[in-house]
């Protein structure tokens, strides 16, 4: 006889920052939930490994990110408290520009503004630095008197493995299957359930959510694989000189916008203890990658470049040889903002996916928002600016403006 397919409530395909938070808030409510990945999360194929990742409260990248980052802080600390993992440090993060930097692109246009105008909205303690109190507070950066800072005391960073890992064993605990090193395959609506077929046999669920990252764009299909592209990222490790220890060990996090392209961006964290070096980059998303054919060897030159291109002259203390250097994925949209939306043609199938380089931080209350949406309807924190409606939108202005040239 054919092995009886198992059925599950919920199933969570992909569990990553978005995936490992949504499967713990399913279980938390008493879902029978199940979750699969292809590899053993948290793992260094996708998007979400390393020890740091950063976070703010004032969001430069849209007002509408603002709640989801302020409430992943306090489920982040609740985690702490259930697990006894360390996951967030409010370290400070320092953001620095200049007044008429408007960055071209849609990720950061007018970054630093938009940052301000979000911490004054919702209230969030921060300091504007001119160039000569960035200089005497932080010795290890230079800027022009031409640019400033925002300092926000409440940003910091996550440490992304221990996040995952704390919220897959909660789930677990809760009563969560796992299914790990499992590919899926395909994902079918049959009757009023999904079946997903995987490498591993058949499931069987109520609705399914897809937070696969970079290979999302092929289990969706359209219009999914139009919409999302996978881009290879680098971060480089360079040494800390023993005289400037101290201030790298004690630096807050840091993003610098220094020109009018989307390339001229930087950022970086304070020396952990122990590394002797600073973790820093930039980011890339001229070219499309197939995650599973990433290059995943990286050549020195890539990371003299980003000394050259954007340490030089604007940080002090680093030996310009970098110790190591890795590579991860940022899956992006068109508009660099987050897709959180039913898929058009199966109507059981939430896509919670792309995170377009600046996922974390918000990832513990969305991963609560798709639980309420799944469980209750609709979810507590508005998610309207990441639907797939804006895309259409655009598209449709687009045409309009080319029949009336």
């Known amino acids: 006889m054919p092995r009886p397919t198992p059925a599950y409530d919920v199933a969570v395909i992909g569990l990553g920052a978005m995936g490992s938070a949504a499967i713990y808030q399913l279980a938390k409510r008493g879902v029978k939930v199940v979750g699969i990945d292809r590899f053993s999360p948290p793992h260094d194929q996708g998007s979400t490994h390393g020890e740091t990742r950063i976070t703010r409260q004032a969001i430069g990248e849209g007002e509408a990110y603002v709640p989801l980052a302020l409430r992943s802080n306090e489920i982040w600390r609740e985690l702490e408290g259930e697990t006894g993992k360390v996951l967030l440090t409010q370290n400070g993060c320092l953001i620095v520009g200049s007044e008429g930097g408007s960055v071209q692109g849609t990720a950061r ?15 969030i303690d921060h300091e504007i630095l001119s160039a000569a109190e960035i200089r005497h507070r932080y010795p290890q950066f230079t800027p ?5 800072g925002y300092f926000e005391s409440g940003g910091g960073y996550l440490n992304p493995e221990n996040c995952v890992a704390a919220q897959l064993a909660r789930a677990k605990d809760l009563g969560a299957a796992l299914q790990r090193e499992t590919k899926v395959l395909s994902i079918q609506p049959i009757g009023g359930a999904v079946r997903i077929t995987t490498d591993r046999g058949d499931f069987l669920a109520g609705e ?30 360079f040494p800390v000189e023993a005289e400037s220890a101290t201030r790298w060990a004690e630096s807050p996090v840091f993003i610098w916008s220094h020109g009018p392209d989307a390339s001229d961006f930087f950022y970086g964290f304070p020396a952990l203890p122990g590394t002797g070096t600073i973790k820093t980059a930039g980011e890339q998303y001229e070219q499309a990658i197939d995650p599973d054919r990433i290059e995943r060897r990286i050549d020195p030159v890539e990371s003299r470049t980003l000394y050259e291109d954007h340490l030089a002259g604007r940080v002090r203390g680093l030996k310009p040889i970098a110790a190591r250097a890795v590579t991860c994925i940022y899956t992006v949209t068109p508009d660099s903002g987050f897709l959180i939306d039913r898929h058009p043609n ?5 896509v919670v996916s792309p995170c377009s380089g600046h996922g974390f931080k918000h990832s513990a209350a969305i991963g609560e928002a798709v639980a309420q949406i799944v469980t209750e309807g609709q979810s507590g924190i508005d998610l309207s600016a990441f639907t ?12 309009q403006a080319g029949l009336a040239r």
């Open 346 to 350: 199966m109507e059981r199938v939430l």
């Open 388 to 399: 797939l409606a804006r895309f259409k939108a655009a598209g449709e202005s687009q045409q």
């Open 109 to 123: 246009a007018g970054f630093l503004t938009q940052t301000r105008k979000a911490a004054v909205r919702y209230r």
């Open 144 to 148: 022009k008197e031409s640019e400033f």
């Open 208 to 237: 399914v959510i897809v937070s696969a990252g970079p290979w999302a764009p092929a289990l969706l299909g359209s219009p999914f694989d139009r919409l999302l592209a996978p881009t290879r990222q680098v971060m480089h490790w």
